[in-house]
């Protein structure tokens, strides 16, 4: 089971701290959000998995973390400050402003209804900021709206630095800031998110086979996460709708509350980028139209050491979105139960790796000395193995711990009872199966170990 409504989402979001609405003592901005205590260590968890996977697991990536603030002369050479727009129309009755490509009833205001819209027109979706203390215009700069053109811009000093060779690719998470015309669905569309992209650097004609290779790993690394296969859809975008750098762009979409829509793209953005960027673009066979003329004071290519000739690799991206993925996750895990007597359970099925919380331990009896001392010298244990947080739930109630912890996706809870004292096992319940075992404290750190691989 899936939630039944975005709300039941949102709702547990702000009720279990995974998600606020930013700013919201003065009235929040739309498109927005702040990751409360829960949400913080999610997210982290899953960006986790994904470098494991992108980095740690993989004999030829390397991973970056470059600036946020963007020079204009690389998103010019992009092809971003011409082309990344949206088409906005006005609602000339209301006021309001609309994406044209979202207006769902037959070219209506969503808002007032009205029919006297104008004519779409390109909307750039950049922000922009100004650079050193003078804000004469004059220097600038772009919060990036994707994450991957400093990994075009970096790519010969990754060369330099490490020993790669084609294929090898660059991996890189962080922030990217797009100034939607009108975001919604919650965390789906907003104006400053996460991205996890990876551009992995091929062999002109070896790129499609790279690419079908990208497009299943990705889906296999969804459903690794939690994501039910038949929930993932692979849509191949129409030539007319491919962004300006693509030859062939696959989406992964997912069905959200709201609908189907993208969570990852997978796209063969060919020689576009590193041809854009690139010193002398003349002295290469570029493929792509690039952006002609580049400034650029080096060159973006390797040598083919057999064929003793330079050439720019093509570049597959894997594209996906952390608040998306947290938010078709969240989907995923949400379940309702009734147990004992009619009454509701809500519980988040999260794969233990993801979990905010690895496991809560609790003491039957609140501030009882030797109870509370004993938990802490638990908790303080299994935190030292390193697998995430462990907390102490010291508030005495245990039904509303197993409660809150269900909600919040917790693996297991530990309760510390009179018992313990004398048998030095503590009760684990299973959040799943609301089972309980005693396992003995000896035994916990391999117990709680084999959980979680
Ligand atoms: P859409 O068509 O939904 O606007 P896009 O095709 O513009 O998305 P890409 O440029 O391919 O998106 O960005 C890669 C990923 O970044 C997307 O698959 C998505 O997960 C995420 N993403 C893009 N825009 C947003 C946004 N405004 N809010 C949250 N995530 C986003």
Known sequence: MTAQTMEELVSLCKRRGFLFQSNDIYGGIKGLYDYGPMGVEFKNNLKQAWWKSMVYERDDTEGLDASILSSPVVLKHSGHEDTFTDPLVDCRACKSRWRADQLFENNRCPNCKSEDLTEPRPFNLMFKTAIGPVDDG???????????????????????????TVPFGIA?????????????????????????????????????????????????????????????????????????????????????????????GVANRTDF???????????????????????????????????????????????????????????????????????????????PHLSPIKAAVIPLKKNNEELVNLSKEIKSNLQKLGLGRVVLENSGNIGKNYRRHDEIGTPICLTVDFETLEDKSVTVRD??????????????????????N
Not at 323 to 328: I, K, P, Q, T
């Open 172 to 264: 890189q998470m962080g922030k990217a800031f797009r100034n939607e015309i009108t975001p919604r669905n919650f965390i789906f569309r907003v104006r400053e998110f996460e991205q996890m992209e990876l551009e992995f650097f091929v062999k002109p004609g070896t790129d499609d086979e790279w690419h079908e290779y990208w497009i299943n790993k990705r889906i296999e690394w969804w459903v690794n996460q939690g994501i039910k296969k038949e929930n993932l859809k692979k849509i191949e975008v129409e030539k007319n709708e491919l962004a300006h750098y693509s030859k062939r762009t696959v989406d992964i979409n997912y069905v959200f509350p709201h609908g189907e829509e993208e969570l990852e």
């Open 138 to 164: 004059s220097s600038f700069a772009y919060l990036r709206p994707e994450t991957c053109q400093q990994i075009f811009t970096n790519f010969k000093n990754i060369l330099d630095s490490t020993s790669r």
């Open 431 to 452: 959040r799943d199966t609301m089972k309980q075992e005693r396992v003995s404290i000896e035994n916990l750190s391999e117990y709680y170990k084999k959980y979680f």
């Open 273 to 351: 980028d590193l041809g854009s960027h690139t010193k002398n673009q003349n002295d290469f066979k570029i493929t792509s139209e690039v952006m002609k003329n580049s400034s650029s004071t080096t060159k973006l290519a390797v040598q083919d050491l057999e064929e003793k000739k330079w050439y720019i690799p093509y570049v597959i991206e894997p594209s996906a979105g952390v608040d998306r993925g947290v938010l078709a996750l969240l989907n995923e895990a949400y379940r309702e139960e009734n147990v004992d007597n009619d009454n509701k359970r809500i519980l988040l099925s999260l794969k």
